[in-house]
């Protein structure tokens, strides 16, 4: 497992909230803003959900005390939305009302399509308590052209990315084509109606629209992207004036995240069997 954390680090900051600190000051530094994951997920037991709660507003209280610029990005099924949705909404509260206070933004991560009602459900209600909530939508989700209508109606802001979880035919798009074809769609949508939002892709083709878009429509969005993914990249939109948000997960539960950033990117399974082979 040390072998496996020391690659999986490209992507995870560590096991530890310093970890995760030390690399959001890094992004700081480097012109963009952190957006912090603490990983573990699919809790069904509230103990586990209780502990996430606590974490966060630790993590909350040191990204203040150390200044950190950035947020938090939470798992809706890391607070207990596979228990209930009501309970996942009332341990979420404390973490809404903790970014309120600083006046940062809340963001939901998307997960599996089982939790997608009730995540737009629970986004919903933190919305009517605070302005500055944001939600993850995914192009591979055949749902998405209404979800987005929905949610800028909402006034939410909004993460899109292409999706990071396994889904079937009768819900998903298949082929990769179709899930670029629906993003490029969804980009348009949010070029001209959205509020403020998130450009969640590391693939050039996504990020050139992108820009091509905010030339012709000047609305407030930034570029979101992973740890580990494309840091010339982001430097360069940073420097540019975009804003940046660098995705920073962190936590000893890292395995699932990390199966899937290799799942999307079989390349890097090569690299990490020769890393273990030549030490
Ligand atoms: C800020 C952020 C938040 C996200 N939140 C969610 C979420 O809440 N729910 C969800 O389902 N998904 C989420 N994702 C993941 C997303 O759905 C995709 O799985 C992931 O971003 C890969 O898609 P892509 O748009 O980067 O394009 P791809 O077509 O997968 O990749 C384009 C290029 O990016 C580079 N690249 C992509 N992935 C990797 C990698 N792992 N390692 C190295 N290089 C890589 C490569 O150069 C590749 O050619 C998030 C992604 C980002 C950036």
């Known amino acids: ?105 809340l963001w939901l991560d998307m997960e599996h399509s089982g939790t997608t009602d009730d995540t737009l459900w629970i986004g919903e209600r933190l919305l009517e308590r605070y302005d500055r909530v944001g939600i993850c939508v995914q192009a591979n989700l055949k749902r998405t052209s209404a979800d987005l209508e929905r949610l800028i109606r909402d006034r939410a802001r909004i993460r899109l990315v292409k999706g990071a979880y396994k889904e079937t035919e009768d819900i998903a798009f298949r082929s990769r084509s179709q899930t670029d074809q629906a993003y490029l769609e969804h980009l348009e949508t949010l070029f001209t109606k959205a509020r403020d939002f998130a450009v969640g892709s590391h693939d050039s083709r996504m990020i050139s629209r992108a820009l091509e878009l905010a030339r012709q429509h000047p609305t407030p969005f930034e570029f979101a992207m992973l740890q580990g993914v494309r840091d010339p990249l982001k430097s360069d939109l940073a420097r540019q004036g975009f804003r940046v948000s660098e995705y920073i997960p962190y936590g000893p539960n890292w395995l699932p995240y990390f199966s899937r950033r290799l799942r999307e990117r079989p390349r890097n399974i090569v690299t990490m069997a020769r890393s273990f082979v030549e030490g």
């Open 1 to 105: 497992m040390a072998l496996l954390l020391r690659f999986a680090r490209q992507w995870v900051a560590g096991e530890r909230m310093e970890d995760a600190l030390r690399v959001a000051k890094d992004a700081n530094a480097r012109g963009m803003d952190a957006l912090v994951n603490h990983l573990g997920e699919h809790y069904r037991e509230r103990a586990p959900v209780e502990a996430t709660k606590a974490e966060y507003l630790r993590l909350l209280d040191a990204m203040r005390s150390d200044g950190v610029r950035g947020t938090v990005s939470l798992k809706p099924t890391q607070f207990g939305v596979l228990i209930d949705k009501g309970y996942a909404l009332s341990q979420m509260l404390p973490i809404l009302d903790a970014t309120k206070a600083d006046g940062r933004v």
